[in-house]
């Protein structure tokens, strides 16, 4: 690169390396081939992949460099190297979902989103760590290790994306695909300082994806910055007839609006859900009135506004997503239950003891809930509130694990499905990320990232990486 050396090129951004490919001032080969040392050297102690394809890449991004010489760009993300959370299919590779119940389970196609990415020009590193079937928690029972979060090798990254947040804060690939059924790509944006953005449900394609709850699952963009998520989501977004909850809507050119300006836009903070509902640790209640009073420099208007509690939502979710679960793992968990990691098997388990009066009581309350969220965003533009309510605790101690994971607010937005959007909101004195949550009204992806970028470019928070080397 014409302004860099290869040591600096794992902290490229998406949008730069594709700038700078496009201009002919970066390889793609220079790029992935520096992404593959910083791989080799840094993955076992991270464990953010699964099954790691730096052949393939190589070969791929050879490819795509043979192209740029000749002129010929296949979209915005041409080679651009992106890892793939491993509930997702990648042809010819297998889909394991972390699991022993799937291993050697190889895809026969991509699934709509990889193929979007690849026809856009991405460049698929490979499969990724994730909690077993997208549900559980960090198992050290299962053939692959857990993930690790690199600012702490000590500490949880989050899950159930857990390799793709660690695997994008720590300068492995720029951008990630992950899963979000109760806050799968947010909580790991939360513990590693990532950007991670679940969309209004039905904006992108699930077909191709092992499934944990069809009424609450959606595929989301990780990145390290604002501009990646949303040039990320316009190539991921777009109808797909062959998958029943995709819905048929324009959808927008979200990395064009995100330097508007932002003065005049109304923003409903949900104070009851840190300071009442699920009391947060101090720092991310300062992390988070910082947050507002920069939105308010920034010239937004910014307001106290209710929701339904968080025992409440997270009680619907619950239902929804364990009943579903059950429905789809059922035959496993009675013919090889043993094979299931301990944390997973408990908590699909769980599923079989809930009955139709319990799932239609929590659908038709799902339904009061969407209009009551609905409501309240007839009256601002987005909503601000906390996404996890303490930094990662360590990754070896189960009753931390236990009693944190719990304590969160993302899953209000999997019941409604309106999109939300996780991102860093400081550092804690430990040097952990702190996080802040926004979400907006449906299908308008477009202003939730542009208050996400108004708020990334009064703070820096882009700027911050882990320590890891």
Known sequence: MRDGTVAELHWLTASDAARAIAA??????????ALIERIAKLDPKLNAFIRHDGSTALQAARQAEAEVMVGRLRGPLHGVPVGIKDIIDVAGLPTTCHSRILDGNIATADAVCVHKLRGAGAIVMGKLSTHEFAIGGPSFD??????RNPWNTDHHPGGSSSGSGSGVAAGLFPMALGSDTGGSVRNPASCCGIVGLKPTYGLVSRRGVFPLSFTLDHIGPMTRTVTDNALMLETLAGHDPHDPGSAAV????????????????????????????????????AGLD??????????????DVTLPSLDEFRAINRVILQS????????????RP??????SRRQLMTGAFFTAGDYTHAAR???????????????????????????????????DLERTYPRQARTPFNVTGHPALAMMAGLSADGLPLSVQFA??????????????????????????PPIL
């Open 142 to 147: 299962l053939p692959w290790p857990p993930a």
């Open 338 to 343: 043993g094979d299931y990691a301990q944390l």
């Open 440 to 465: 907006g009204r449906y299908f308008d992806e477009a202003t939730v990232l542009q208050v996400a970028r108004a708020w990334e470019r009064a703070s820096g928070v882009d700027s911050k990486h």
């Open 250 to 285: 324009p959808y927008g050119h979200y990395a064009a609006a995100l330097e508007r300006p932002v003065r005049g836009l109304r923003v409903g903070f949900v104070r009851h859900f840190h300071e009442v509902d699920l009391p947060a640790e101090p720092e991310v209640t």
């Open 324 to 335: 579903e679960a059950w429905a789809i793992h059922e035959k496993w968990l009675q013919q």
């Open 365 to 399: 309350r799902r339904l009061g809930m969407i209009a009551e969220v609905e409501a309240v965003l007839r009256e601002v533009d987005v909503l601000l509130c906390a996404s996890s309510m303490d930094p990662a605790c360590r990754i070896d101690r189960p009753a």
């Open 290 to 303: 910082h947050v507002a009073r920069t939105l308010q420099l920034e010239g937004m208007e910014v307001r």
């Open 24 to 33: 002919r001032e970066l390889s793609p080969v220079e790029l992935v081939k």
